[in-house]
């Protein structure tokens, strides 16, 4: 590639549709958490800047959940009477005290920016695939067809870390093969954990193959080291250029940690980034790996400490889901992180807290693929997809309904069956919630229809809200404190906020399915879960889904905050943001 080549993606008819869509984001959902108040005026709304001077005009349809439905042609930006071009980094200057952006945090939040805009860019040189021929495609191709990131989060791409080449080589959106980097790494310091039935020597031969696993060996015999006292553990390529061979060079240099060079399968990134489908082999285990760059608000990396009781975590949920006869009923599954590989810097860590990247920037774990356990005729796609829009304004939902053949609201209920009712069980019955969101679930479909969902990043998502719940020791990190208030907003703000009044709202807005018929629905499939279980009425009565309100948390305030640690993980819910409420969409039925 020549330098030029490497910002070919950045064109000025790009750059401006880029800073569209953004402003078009960022005016909906500042407006949904109430950082702004876009007054009305006729038929178009207005949104003034700190010192009152530009305005951003635009027309927008409001729905359920304080849903605000922009529409990015509409916008226009005036000052001093003259109509200026639409541009995203003046946007986040011009608003810099309404959204509550310090001196500290507004230049890294606008690389952010710049970084989520250029990644737009490159997605609109991609060849546009209209969601009808979307929905017939292979699960890889829908998972990096993928062009929005997270609903909510405005600077959802930011990646900070990653320079030109890299993002072209790692995004999952650029679908390039990579190929991990492997390490030894001296058993005095890692440690491999596995669930129940995995055995280290087993596992790592199927994974990687006989023959590179001698090779890899042959590395440390010609060094005179002894394979015996090392495990091995796969490494993003970007760590190791960007992180290992510097930070970690004491390692290297005393052997701590040796380089055996590249595995032979082939991966590709998921939405997730730091995860990898193995292109090569697709039954095999995907591989998760520490990543420190900072996304969204937070670095990624990944705890050796954590991962220690992952597998454990993993064994103990597939049992309860197996053993409960209404998950069961659903054809919930997880894919389990089965087995977890980390490597303990022991000066690192005297110099820090637990919580500190320092001590994320060398594990992995291996979870399983959902191929494996597909049945004749079904195929994957990622839950993300949903509430994906292909460049006409179509969304991907739409074209599973049609394909499916099914009245929209009965296509409607079979995901909701799947998807929604584990949730709602888990909740009352467990008092267990999870990280659903659209880069979490899997769907397994079937012509078009939802037949069961697949959760996965179990072990560092899923807690048990239960102060008495009795839990074996290996999963008591689990248990968090949540204010009883509070409990339900894993349902109200994770679900309903965060994902269901997008889907709502494309498939209204497309002329699909009526909002009142959608939130009708999940009602529906609510009161059928409840009937079915009349044992736990009290707590149905206790934690009231069809309460008249809920309170709004808000996302992007947690990440204009705190940009590189949005919430501390000591005390997850008290980071919460919560700004007033959001009217019950299902109360009403």
Known sequence: MTLADSVAHLSPERWEKANRLLIRKA??????????APERDGDTYVVRSDDGLTRYRFTATRRALDHWQ???????????????????????????????LTDEILPVYLEEISSTLSGTCYKLTKPQIPVAELVRSDFQAIETGMTEGHPCFVANNGRLGFGIHEYLSYAPETASPVRLVWLAAHRSRAAFTAGVGIE??????????????????GVLREQGLDPADY???????????????VTFAAEVARRHLVCLGEGDDEYLAQQSIRTFFNRSNPEKHYVKTAL????????????????????????????????????????LSIIRERAAVGYRHLEYEKATDRYSPYRKMLAALWRESPVAGLRDGESLATMASLVHVDHEGASFAGALIERSGLAPTEWLRHYLRAYFTPLLHSFYAYDLVYMPHGENVILVLKDGVVQRAIYKDIA????????????????????????????????????????FRFLAANLASEGILAEDDFWRTVAEVTREYQASTPELADKFKQYDMFAPEFALSCLNRLQLRNNKQMVDLADPSGALQLVGTLKNPVAGF
């Open 460 to 499: 560092e998502e899923i807690a048990v809200m239960d102060p008495d719940a009795v839990l074996p020791p290996t999963v008591e990190r689990l248990r968090v404190e949540v204010p009883e208030e509070k409990k339900l907003l894993s349902i109200f703000t994770d679900v309903f906020d965060c994902f």
């Open 27 to 36: 005016l909906a959902e500042f407006a949904h958490e109430r950082l702004i």
């Open 292 to 331: 420190s760059v900072i996304n969204m608000g937070f670095m990624r990396g990944l705890s050796a400490a954590y991962m220690e009781a992952t597998p454990a975590i993993n064994d103990w949920l597939a049992q309860l889901i197996e053993g409960d006869p209404v998950l069961k009923s659903t054809g």
């Open 200 to 217: 280290y020597e087993t596992f790592v031969r199927e994974e990687l193959g006989e023959k590179t696993v001698e090779r890899f060996e």
């Open 231 to 245: 495990l091995l553990i796969p490494v993003h390529p970007w760590q190791w250029w960007n992180k290992l061979t």
């Open 70 to 100: 922009v529409d990015a042609g509409s916008i226009t930006r005036h000052r001093d009477g003259a109509e200026l071009p639409l541009a995203a980094l003046d946007f986040f200057i011009e608003l810099k005290n309404t959204l509550g």
